[in-house]
């Protein structure tokens, strides 16, 4: 393993132009995507985003955020599903408030890019990605799997999510938002014939989301995995800039380490790192570091 990172490289001087220089030159761009990237496209877990659409939940049960409701031992599934379709349906179904994620495509669709991302709200596709170039390491909010699970397939969820979501009062708006009708108050359940069960043992089915042991990697993911191999092999001694954005240390492993390494195993390689409070790189290839602590969003606008 590299050494410990050292904070110190964030903000020197000229980095937004190494930055924009290293993207110019670069022959390939990996791009590692995390929770932060997402947070900058206004995709928050509390405050007012959270009081709009679970203000119900959060009078009941005293949480502060989407994530403390999502772990929440609710009683019924009529009343998990209520919880986790609105959080589904806003979170993967709606746009994000502001195009961060259009920046970024502007900044890398004519180069030879791919992207490795442990976000599962499909917000890359939706500003433009391609998809072969897009591995989703840890699931999709737009699928469903077994919860047991009995078979390695997943299932598209939007559909039921819509029904489920209209179920509890709410319509749909032509923008996509979600509204109620005058006079309406939201329910915390839903219909117990909406509630999924896997079409092979009926058993309850679950988010495609790795959280353990049961998380299904199927066949649409092994494809993916191959596709990230390839291009890794393909570009191992070119000119690669590493782009790490809003990635932490919850799971540092997948993204973050392994981005360090192969920029030290490669003498052409540049690392990147944005990130609000936390941009940093280890000693060894400091020389070849570019670490900026921002916002995201805010920074690839100034490289555009």
């Given at each position: ?155 598209d969820n939007a559909d039921v999510i819509r029904r489920m979501v209209k179920a509890q009062g709410y319509e749909i708006l032509e923008n996509g938002e979600l509204g109620l009708p005058k006079g309406r108050e939201t329910l915390r359940r839903i219909p117990s014939e909406l509630v999924p069960h896997c079409p092979k043992c009926g058993k309850p089915m679950s988010m495609n989301l790795r959280a353990d042991s049961t998380f299904v990697e199927d066949e649409g993911w092994h494809r993916a995995s ?79």
């Open positions: 393993m590299l050494g410990w990172r050292i904070p110190k490289l964030a903000n020197e001087p000229g980095q937004i132009e190494k930055l924009k220089e290293a993207l110019e030159t670069s022959d390939a761009v990996l791009v590692g995507a995390g929770a932060g990237l997402s947070a900058s496209a206004g995709f928050s877990y509390a405050g007012e985003r959270f009081e709009r659409y679970f203000g119900d939940f959060a009078a009941r049960y005293h949480f502060t955020d989407m994530y403390s409701g999502g772990f929440y031992p609710y009683d019924t599934l009529e009343e998990h599903w209520a919880y986790w379709s609105r959080y589904i349906y806003i979170n993967r179904y709606l746009d994000a408030p502001k195009p961060v994620y259009e920046q970024l495509y502007g900044l890398v669709k004519e180069k030879d890019y791919f992207v490795l991302s442990t976000n599962v709200d499909h917000c890359f596709q939706k500003a433009g990605f391609e998809k072969h170039r897009l591995f989703y390491t840890q699931g999709d909010y737009g699928l469903f799997q077994c919860s047991e699970p009995c078979h390695q397939a997943t299932y191959e596709r990230y191999s390839d291009f890794l092999r393909r570009h191992r001694n070119v000119k690669v800039l590493f782009l790490e954005l809003g990635v932490g240390f919850n799971t540092p492993g997948i993204i973050k380490y392994p981005f360090w390494q192969m920029t030290y195993q490669n003498p052409e390689a540049t690392y990147a790192c944005i990130n609000y409070g936390d941009a940093a790189a280890p000693k060894e290839i400091a020389g070849r570091s570019i670490c900026i602590n921002g916002d995201i969003g805010e920074v690839l606008k100034k490289l555009k």
